[in-house]
């Protein structure tokens, strides 16, 4: 392998490995351990807590269907209806529709 290696860098290797871990280096490596276990937990917790909300998304997004369709149907002034409907789409709906279609290309890139 081309590697110059002496008697003293394998003593000085072996010694390292061969001493044990205080406490206080033990107490660390276990608060790192626990880091990512705890960090873990957190993503899981976030994807669970996406499709939950997505999923409220979606009902938000089905009734509000259901409602401005029943708007447009019934209400007596049909210009005022589509113009209603659409702001309100324009505004605060297709924010939702948005963060869906921005979860479905992560999702697409994903796979």
Do not use: Y
């Amino acid at each position: 392998m081309g590697v110059e290696v002496d008697n003293n860098d394998i003593d000085e290797l072996v010694e390292e490995h061969s001493q044990e871990l205080i406490t206080e280096e033990l107490m660390n490596l276990h608060c790192v351990s626990q880091q990512g276990v705890e960090e873990s937990l957190l993503e899981e917790e976030k994807v669970t807590a996406k499709q939950q909300f997505s999923g409220e998304i979606k009902e938000m997004l089905k009734a509000w269907g259901t409602v401005a369709s029943c708007i447009k149907k019934h209400h007596p002034n049909k210009a005022v209806a589509v113009c209603a409907t659409n702001l309100f789409n324009d505004n605060a709906v297709t924010h939702f529709r948005q963060i869906l279609k921005r979860r479905r290309q992560k999702i697409m890139s994903l796979d």
